[in-house]
């Protein structure tokens, strides 16, 4: 069964400091990987997503990570945070050709102005 | 697009009462997902279908919770009788036939059983 480690649960930094989310997952086959945003008091929205190709993938509102294959990681990315980064991040993945997705437990990230 | 429609937004309601969830997935979505996010857990997977079909139930935690699918453009999730540990946020989510695409989320419903 595949599962996702998020290493982090709740991240707090200041505005213009740089952000890396870890995320490592465990399964030996193809992977499609994605990164959510839940915005408080909101759904989950699509960050960016990797299935093929540039393991270093780019999204949206500045946000990239890179696949790491040999680490099973796909950790989130982003130079300079805002406050309204403020929210919690979700690292997914779905594997086999299944479209059974399976989501870490959520990192919280607040930014403080 | 219209979206993931789930209503109602919000439910409170007194503990052994029926609940019922609804969802409307994007038109042309094969795959229909339920979750269920509370603190302590976190976001789980509780049912899916694909073209209006269970696929995978393993995650409903008890008897209580019943899913359907009568069409293509409308879920229910049913709780009955309703706990207080049912409390959470149940999201409805839906994706085209591909793997590599994502789900979408409706806004969810807030419920609390009092």
């Known amino acids: 069964a595949q599962s996702v480690s998020q290493h982090n649960h709740h991240v707090i930094l200041s505005e213009a400091a740089s952000l890396e989310l870890g995320c490592n997952y465990s399964?030996?086959?193809?992977?499609?990987l994605f990164w959510y945003v839940q915005y408080p008091g909101q759904h989950l929205q699509l960050l960016l997503k990797?299935?093929?190709?540039?393991?270093l993938v780019k999204g949206i509102k500045g946000f990239e990570a890179e696949f790491i294959k040999s680490k099973f990681s796909f950790n989130l990315r982003k130079p300079s945070v805002q406050w309204s980064d403020t929210a919690e991040y979700f690292c997914?993945?779905?594997?086999?050709?299944?479209?059974?997705?399976?989501f870490g437990i959520g990192t919280k990230l607040q930014v403080i102005p | 697009d219209a979206g993931v429609i789930q209503s109602p937004r919000h439910e409170v309601t007194e503990m052994g009462q029926e609940v019922t969830l609804r969802c409307k997935p994007i038109?042309?979505?094969?795959?229909l997902f339920w979750y269920r996010q509370t603190m302590m857990r976190g976001l789980e997977l509780l049912i899916y279908?694909?073209?209006?079909?269970?696929?995978?139930d393993s995650g409903m935690p008890e008897d209580r919770f019943s899913a359907k699918m009568p069409n293509a453009s409308f879920s229910t999730l049913k709780i009955q009788p309703s706990e207080p540990r049912d409390s959470a946020v149940y999201f409805c989510?839906?994706?085209?036939?591909?793997?590599?695409?994502?789900?979408?989320f409706g806004d969810g419903t807030r419920l609390s059983i009092l």
């Open positions: 989510a839906s994706s085209p036939g591909t793997t590599n695409q994502p789900q979408h």
């Open positions: 038109s042309g979505h094969d795959y």
């Open positions: 279908f694909n073209n209006n079909v269970p696929i995978d």
């Open positions: 990797y299935f093929s190709g540039d393991p």
């Open positions: 997914a993945v779905n594997s086999g050709g299944y479209q059974k997705v399976t």
């Open positions: 399964y030996g086959g193809t992977v499609n």
